[in-house]
């Protein structure tokens, strides 16, 4: 049997201590980067306590309302409980009929709550806003 020699690169002075070092920046990313995203939210979680609409308007952030859609105006409809009555902003696709229960989840702002989820009272989700900005994007007003 023969001894087959392959010739391997040497690297000389400070070659070798730059390519570790290379070696765990990339490692050292590579795990940082898998720490935040394991930290964070996959979904945007609303508050399972309700919001009565009357106070909506003193309210920040994701917010939980239930009631039942009083109008319907294209892609948005009126909900009202029994403290007051609020504007949501859905779309089409997702609109509940006249007269049924919806709980919607979402952001108040502006006095039109912006819908992100709607749930009906057989407990379907059904999302209807757009999915929120990616962490670190501009356009996101949570970080």
Do not use: W
């Amino acid at each position: 049997m023969s001894r087959f020699r392959v010739p391997l690169p040497h690297l000389q002075g400070k070659a070798p201590l730059a390519a570790a070092a290379a070696v765990l920046i990339a490692l050292g990313a590579g795990g940082g980067a898998a720490a935040v995203s394991m930290t964070r939210p996959s979904v945007t979680m609303a508050p399972t306590v309700q919001t009565p609409i009357a106070k909506l308007s003193s309210t920040t952030g994701i917010v939980t309302a239930k009631g039942r859609v009083a109008e319907v105006f294209g892609d948005r409809f009126v909900v009202q409980d029994g403290t007051g009555r609020a504007m949501v902003a859905s779309n089409r696709d997702a609109m509940p009929a006249v007269g049924s229960n919806v709980m919607v989840q979402g952001r108040y702002d502006d006095g039109i709550m912006h819908a992100q989820y709607l749930v009906n009272p057989q407990g379907t989700v059904t999302p209807v806003g757009p999915p929120p900005p990616p962490p670190g994007c501009p356009l996101n007003t949570s970080d």
